[in-house]
């Protein structure tokens, strides 16, 4: 076995006090991780995969290594002297009432409430101005909270409800159909439910979508051929009538049926990946009519927002990279025939509806303003919003008045906001009482060039009066892809690690979406290491003014962000002292094979696509760039057994490559969360321990073994 003395010198530092003076010794025995010789060719190439045995997740050989691998990992985080700390000022912080904004469903109105520390929030319900009462909590769903629910979706009359429930993580579901007034399950519980809405058809029943189920291992197995499935009340699911995706001209890797508000029209949107859709419309009210194609190729991304009559509104970049709104005759709706309605600005549109008006939500830089619109493109008025941050929600019914919405940003736990479409009055709806005081936190926004001289916006949060003398420990959290913003929101670990002296920064990589298409696609298959670069200078720029320098500074991503750090600390190890990959995609010659992970083409390409596209890959792909002597920043990988999104033998061929290879002393760990997914729907006693568990072990390997007082800085 491969033994490592991790020994850390940890220096009292210019700002700190002086009992942080003082060496500690940690032995680090890893596990043995055997090799095989398996070989895949690629264009004539042979590359090695040694861990491959790793990808079987249901072996108990598999099994066995999650086990010492965990063993270790919790026998190191354990010793942390400052871990309790931590988990207890997470604790007590995360503990304060949540509440969502209310939705009107038949006779009653919803919300979420999570009390403090419950591990998933409950569905409660009011008629009219009497009590609220517990209409549906998952907290009951299994002893552990590892059961969560998913999708709820009523019928138009609010009186049967179709929820989905995940367990233990899984992007697999159960979709249970209940009677509202006497809260009992009626009907089929429809089963192996993946990647789905649910949308109802007048009372009568419901689309949903789904895959066949994989031969194999559910969590691994490939899963490409989507399939849309109307469910009718008081039937079997083995009668449920299949819609689309049975044939090969109509294989898809994801289908989304959707029904229109009015009960008019079936809209399907077929994807071949993650970015780019079909667009295909059913009108329900003509018996046994044909699909009408509206958009034939997955070129562009367009949605049906709305439609009165015939008449549709449609969301797409298709010739507007920052998306428009336009208007067409159903009868007739190809793009030839759409009229502008919101035409395309310098900044992304996202656009809703509620009480027959257009919510059109832009980003400039990151950051969020608003502006409404009548449904004959009459710009109404700007939305008076609290601050700089961002906003969510915007959305309801024609015959709802009353909208809301959430504001927060970094330091701002999320708002809720009531907003009246005919009057433009906005009032606060819910803040919460929080222990954490806003006020003494504060944002900046900067513009750094990244290596080929784009300028990339990054906002850095920190406690005031914050002293730029280069030794404040910071968080560097990126994502860049899949054309996702990052846009300002509240996380309590972040308010924590701000509360403790950290500094936290975001820059908006490109492969993301806050400036459009081309934004995204700058970041995309052979332009990937744009992302990599600009979380490189991200880095640099945190160092040259004097925020941090490399001992202090950490890498955090996951998934896509994952790899981003995966990839970030391969290609320079000296940026970092701590990295972070969180439910990363490591291995990017395979990941196609697993689950929907072919899906993710547009973004990554894949090894099979072309010789230039199988080097490119290669050539940044996390586990196969891995290099014996090396000094890697000290990395906690981590991962859940039941991601079944991006698969955990990802991580753990990465974890097992680091730990054979690891030059220095710093430690290389994987923490394999138990009966737990990508992220959604674990419990909060399972995230206060991931976070109090990264935390403690990234200022530990900063050189810190005592927390500091919350008044002072590190």
């Not at 086990?67 to 000022?89: A, C, G, H, M, W």
């Not at 009165?308 to 007739?332: E, F, H, I, M, Q």
């Amino acid at each position: 076995m491969k033994k490592l003395i991790l020994l850390l010198a940890v220096a009292a530092l210019a700002s700190c006090k002086s009992n942080y003076s003082k060496t500690d010794t940690i032995t680090l025995n890893y596990p043995k991780t055997k090799t095989v010789d398996t070989v895949d060719t690629y264009f004539g190439e042979q590359v090695k995969d040694p861990y491959r045995w790793l990808e079987d997740d249901r072996s108990p050989e598999t099994e066995a290594w999650v086990k010492k691998q965990n063993k270790v990992t919790f026998d190191y985080l354990n010793q942390l002297p400052i871990r309790s700390k931590l988990e207890n000022r997470l604790s007590e912080i995360w503990n304060y009432e949540k509440i969502s904004a209310p939705f009107i469903e038949g006779d009653y109105t919803y919300f979420y409430k999570n009390s403090g520390l419950q591990n998933q929030s409950v569905l409660y319900r009011k008629k009219g101005d009497g009590d609220a009462e517990v209409f549906l909590d998952p907290n009951t769903f299994s002893e552990d909270g590892t059961i969560s629910l998913g999708n709820l979706s009523f019928s138009k009359n609010g009186k049967i409800l179709a929820y989905s429930i995940s367990e233990g993580g899984s992007d697999w579901r159960k979709v249970m159909i209940m009677d509202v007034e006497s809260r009992s399950i009626v009907g089929d519980t429809l089963k192996d439910i993946k990647f789905s809405t649910l949308s109802w058809y007048k009372n009568e029943g419901f689309y949903y979508s789904s895959y066949d189920k994989p031969k194999g291992s559910e969590l691994s197995a490939k899963t490409d051929q989507h399939k849309v499935y109307y469910h009718k009340l008081g039937t079997s699911q083995k009668d449920d009538q299949l819609i689309y995706g049975g044939t090969p001209e109509e294989k898809h890797r994801y289908i989304y049926g959707t029904v229109t508000e009015d009960d008019r029209y079936l809209i399907l949107n077929p994807r071949t990946s993650t970015s780019g859709n079909k667009l295909y419309i059913k009108d329900l009210s003509v018996p046994d009519s044909e699909f009408v194609t509206i958009l034939d190729d997955t070129n562009s991304s367009t949605t049906v927002l709305d439609n009165v009559g015939s008449t549709l509104y449609l969301v797409t970049n298709l010739n507007a990279p920052n998306k428009r709104v336009v208007t067409v005759d159903a009868s007739n709706p190809t793009p030839d025939q759409w009229v502008d309605l919101i035409p395309e600005t310098e900044n992304v549109l996202n656009a809703r509806t509620c009480g027959g008006y257009i919510m059109a939500s832009y980003m400039i830089d990151a950051l969020s303003t608003v502006k409404q619109y009548d449904y004959d493109g009459n710009f109404i008025r700007d939305v008076e919003l609290p601050g700089l941050g961002s906003t969510s929600g915007f959305g309801g019914k024609k015959e709802e008045k009353l909208d809301y919405f959430s504001f927060t940003n970094y330091y701002t736990p999320g708002s809720i906001y009531s907003y009246n479409v005919e009057t433009g009055e906005t009032k606060l709806y819910n803040k919460p009482n929080i222990d954490f005081d806003s006020s003494q936190y504060e944002s900046k926004q900067v513009f750094y060039d990244s290596k080929d001289g784009t300028k990339v916006p990054m906002i850095i949060t920190y406690k005031k009066g914050l002293k730029l003398h280069g030794k404040n420990p910071t968080i560097l959290y990126g994502y860049g892809g899949f054309n996702v913003s990052l846009t300002p929101s509240f996380n309590i670990v972040n308010a924590v690690w701000m509360e403790l002296g950290g500094v936290y920064a975001v820059p908006n990589l490109r492969g993301g979406g806050e400036y459009g298409r081309a934004w995204h696609d700058a970041g995309t298959k052979m332009q990937k290491q744009n992302v990599f670069d600009d979380f490189i200078a991200a880095g640099e720029y945190l160092k040259t003014y004097n925020y941090t320098d490399t001992q202090h500074l950490a890498l955090r991503g996951g998934s896509n962000g994952g790899l981003l750090v995966g990839a970030v600390m391969n290609q320079r190890p000296d940026l970092a002292q701590v990295a972070l990959p969180a439910v990363g995609v490591m291995d990017m010659l395979r990941y196609n094979k697993f689950t929907a992970g072919a899906g993710w083409a547009y973004d990554y390409g894949t090894a099979e696509d072309s010789k230039e596209m199988f080097e490119y890959l290669k050539a940044y792909s996390p586990v196969h760039n891995v290099k014996s002597g090396v000094d890697y920043p000290a990395t906690l990988v981590t991962t859940g057994d039941h991601d079944d999104r991006v698969v955990p033998a990802h991580s753990f061929k990465f974890a097992a490559e680091l730990q054979s290879k690891q030059t220095g002393s710093n430690p290389v760990l994987i923490r394999i969360e138990t009966d737990a997914g990508h992220g959604a729907g674990t419990p909060v006693n399972k995230r206060i321990a991931l976070y109090a568990d990264m935390f403690s072990f990234t200022l530990y390997n900063m050189g810190y073994s005592t927390l500091p007082d919350n008044a002072e800085t590190l």
